[in-house]
């Protein structure tokens, strides 16, 4: 048998040793593991009216515009879809108020009824000015010439994220 020198010795140490690194390094890159996990949705916050008043005052046989303060407290803005004013009443002795106003639920939404993405410690709010819900009849009772009127305002609203 031959006597290996040292130089093939060295080569032969060293493509051993080179393999053996390759395919260390091969093993430390093809890791996998598995196991679970859990999320949960969140919940939405109602979205408040903290104001709503009226762009000028009612007057015979015109419709004036509701302007509404909307507070949103989720995490995501919301687009508001629907609005409607209910329990319209008047505390003026006279002015019985459905009789004095209409109200128009099917008036047009503003093109910009958004309210930005808020939290419950920074809630966000938008100001809406919803054109013609509230119509004063064209004779109205003169007890009404400066009568307050309130009313309920029901939101119906989507993501807008």
């Known amino acids: 048998m031959r006597k290996l020198s040292r130089r093939t010795t060295a080569v032969v140490v060293a ?3 080179a393999v053996g690194a390759a395919g ?8 996998t593991g598995t196991g679970t996990a859990e999320a949960k949705a969140g919940s939405v916050v109602t979205l408040k009216v903290t104001s709503a008043g009226l762009a ?4 015979p046989g015109n419709a004036t515009t509701v302007l509404l303060t909307v507070e949103n ?9 629907d609005i409607d004013l209910k329990q319209l009443d008047s505390p003026q002795e006279g002015c019985a108020a459905t009789d ?5 639920n099917d008036a ?12 419950k ?7 809406i000015a919803w054109a013609g819900p509230l ?5 109205p009772a003169d007890a009404c010439q400066g009568a307050p009127f309130t009313f309920n305002v029901h939101l119906d609203a989507v993501s807008a994220a």
């Not at 000028?56 to 007057?59: E, F, I, N, Y």
């Not at 407290?73 to 879809?81: C, E, L, S």
């Not at 410690?121 to 100001?127: E, F, H, L, W």
């Open 15 to 17: 493509s051993v040793v």
């Open 24 to 31: 260390a390094a091969y093993a430390a890159w093809t890791l």
């Open 56 to 59: 000028g005052g009612l007057t």
């Open 73 to 81: 407290q989720n995490a995501f803005p919301v687009r508001i879809t």
């Open 100 to 104: 004095n106003v209409e109200v128009v």
């Open 108 to 119: 047009p939404l503003p093109d910009e009824a958004t309210v930005p993405a808020g939290s």
């Open 121 to 127: 410690d920074k809630p966000a709010t938008a100001r």
């Open 135 to 139: 119509r004063m009849v064209a004779d």
